[in-house]
Nanobody, 123 residues
Framework: VQLQASGGGLVQAGGSLRLSCAAS????????VGWFRQAPGKEREFAAA????????AYADSVKGRFTISRDNARNTVYLQMNSLKPEDTAVYYC?????????????????WGQGTLVTVSS
């Protein structure tokens, strides 16, 4: 399966963006999907994840209450709504599809990765 992340851009602090992760090649409706991010000079880290049906989600403490992950399996797409953005949210955001149906914070549990979309939050 190929994953295409989109929706990144430049936004002022306090603003919002919605990222999309579209799958092609085959459906990922049976897979958990996660969003990870990598800030300049830092390791890639977990941001949010959702299970195959969308009934279970997980968030990093740093984004909890501000980001919302959701999915539309009919459209083979997962979304990340990001509100109240902060300069420290600046990063390349990657979506990934898990080997498993459950959501997971662990990168090693993800098999397919998209190319990333850059989010820049100005102060």
């Amino acid at each position: 399966v190929q994953l295409q992340a989109s929706g990144g851009g430049l936004v002022q602090a306090g603003g919002s963006l919605r990222l999309s992760c579209a799958a092609s090649g085959r459906t990922f409706s049976n897979n958990g999907v996660g969003w990870f991010r990598q800030a300049p000079g830092k390791e890639r880290e977990f941001a949010a994840a959702i299970n195959w049906r969308g009934g279970s989600t997980a968030y990093a403490d740093s984004v909890k209450g501000r980001f919302t992950i959701s999915r539309d399996n009919a459209r083979n797409t997962v979304y990340l709504q990001m509100n109240s953005l902060k300069p420290e949210d600046t990063a390349v955001y990657y979506c990934a599809a898990s080997y498993y149906a459950a959501s997971s914070r662990t990168q090693e549990r993800y098999r397919y990765w998209g190319q990333g979309t850059l989010v820049t939050v100005s102060s």
